[in-house]
């Protein structure tokens, strides 16, 4: 079997803010929820297999940097949905605005830009 992702861990200021968008967009579950490193908050949000560990420290966070510019900083998040049209609605109705359109091989792609700083590539195969 080859390896596979199982997590990825994002500093954000509101943990169960974002999980709740992220339910309310890609239809995502919380897995856990409770204390964590440096007397912080996480809340695990995915599916049974995959999830973004959403982590927010007890001190103030400091603002986020310019995305693709800083060594082994987070670019973005890639996710795949059976749906992008839905998906796209979704986004909007919680207010964001997607961009980035593109078709390629093999599939449909558009962007947005999410809470802190983080951007979300949503994709199709389909």
């Known amino acids: 079997m080859a ?6 861990n994002i500093t954000v200021t ?5 999980a709740a968008l992220l339910h309310q967009i890609f239809g995502w579950q919380t897995r856990w929820e ?3 490193k440096d007397e912080g908050f996480t809340v695990h949000v995915g599916t049974k ?6 982590y927010a420290p007890k001190q103030p966070l400091n603002p986020p940097k310019p995305r693709y510019v800083d060594e082994g900083s987070l670019a973005h998040i890639g996710i795949v949905v059976d749906d992008l049209a839905a ?6 109705e919680a207010g964001f605005t997607p961009h ?24 199709s195969y389909e």
Do not use: K, M, N, W
């Open 34 to 36: 409770g204390p964590a």
């Open 3 to 8: 390896a596979q992702l199982e997590h990825a």
């Open 49 to 54: 297999d995959s999830y973004l560990a959403l």
């Open 87 to 92: 998906t796209e609605s979704r986004v909007t």
């Open 14 to 18: 509101d943990p169960r803010a974002t």
């Open 100 to 123: 980035s359109h593109g078709d390629y091989e093999p599939g449909q792609r558009f962007y947005f830009d999410g809470p802190d700083g983080v951007e979300y590539e949503v994709i």
